[in-house]
């Protein structure tokens, strides 16, 4: 079947520019993740969402994030008046159950953000 | 604080020649512990997932252990195709399943 789809998968933007990335999760999915990837570094959490509940945003850098899932399966990771240090990759992860903290998360292959 | 380290950062090998991956962590409840291998460009693809002390996990050539403070994954005779970074995550309990994640180690194999 479909794996995680992103969308786009390169993106420029200008500093202070908005910019929406887009998260397909495998159908059937309970939970949804949203990573940041900067080069040569391991993903770091950003946000989770059991189904169109969004249970942790801990991670989120700043108020300029924003994610939203509001009917349990697409995903849309916003973020506001962008700047250089939001370059990286943007990944997203879903697996099957809610909250199983063992449960297999799979990737979609990221949306890679350059803010010039 | 939850943390992972990896070791060594980057790591070359002639093909056919055994090594092996270093994952230490600190975790407050390990829940689980992940491996993934990452190709350039490409998001991480799901290796293998550990839950207790003395588990080992077998996948053609990739072999995975666990101890309570690290995990090993062991290559054994690798192949160019095998060249990627290998990261390591554990879930922790209090989380939501949110994976900490080490920076990975980077593996080229030569023929």
């Known amino acids: 079947g479909a794996g995680v789809s992103q969308s786009p998968r390169y993106k420029v933007a200008k500093r202070g520019q908005d910019v929406a990335l887009r998260c397909d999760p495998i159908?059937?999915?309970?939970?949804l993740f949203w990573y940041q990837q900067a080069l040569g570094q391991g993903p770091e959490f950003l946000t989770y969402f059991q189904n169109e509940a969004q249970l942790d945003k801990s991670g989120l850098p700043s108020d300029r994030f924003f994610a939203e899932r509001p009917e349990g399966s697409v995903s849309t990771l916003k973020i506001q008046r962008t700047q250089q240090e939001d370059s990286a990759v943007y990944l997203c992860a879903s697996s099957l159950n809610p909250s199983q903290a063992t449960d297999t998360q799979y990737f979609g292959p990221g949306t890679r953000l350059t803010v010039l | 604080e939850d943390q992972v380290t990896q070791s060594p950062e980057a790591l070359r090998l002639q093909e056919g020649e055994s090594s092996s991956l270093n994952c230490s962590y600190t975790?407050?409840?390990?829940?689980?512990l992940f491996w993934y291998r990452q190709d350039p460009g490409k998001g991480p693809e799901f290796l293998f997932t550990?839950?207790?002390a003395g588990e080992e996990k077998e996948k053609e050539r990739l072999k995975a252990t666990l101890t309570k403070k690290e995990s090993f994954l062991h290559i054994t005779a690798p192949k160019p195709e095998d060249s990627a970074t290998y990261l390591c995550?554990?879930?922790?309990?209090?989380?939501?399943?949110?994976?900490?994640f080490g920076k990975g180690t980077k593996l080229s194999v030569k023929p």
């Open positions: 550990l839950y207790s």
């Open positions: 159908s059937g999915h309970v939970s």
């Open positions: 995550a554990v879930s922790g309990v209090g989380s939501q399943g949110n994976l900490i």
């Open positions: 975790v407050s409840g390990l829940r689980g």
